[in-house]
């Protein structure tokens, strides 16, 4: 997680082909991505 804080990406393999990336939010989306408690979703 250091270094995907950092910036480097990631490619997640399920039996060998890819299946999702793994990359760090921009500062300025984090904060838009906070799970909301369920009565307010």
Do not use: S
């Not at 250091?2 to 399920?14: A, D, H, L, P």
């Not at 082909?17 to 760090?24: E, G």
């Amino acid at each position: 997680m250091q270094k995907i804080k950092k910036g480097e990406r990631y490619i997640v393999t399920y039996r060998g082909k890819p299946v999702a990336l793994v990359l760090p939010f921009p500062n300025e989306q984090a904060e838009d991505m906070v799970p909301r408690a369920y009565q307010e979703a």
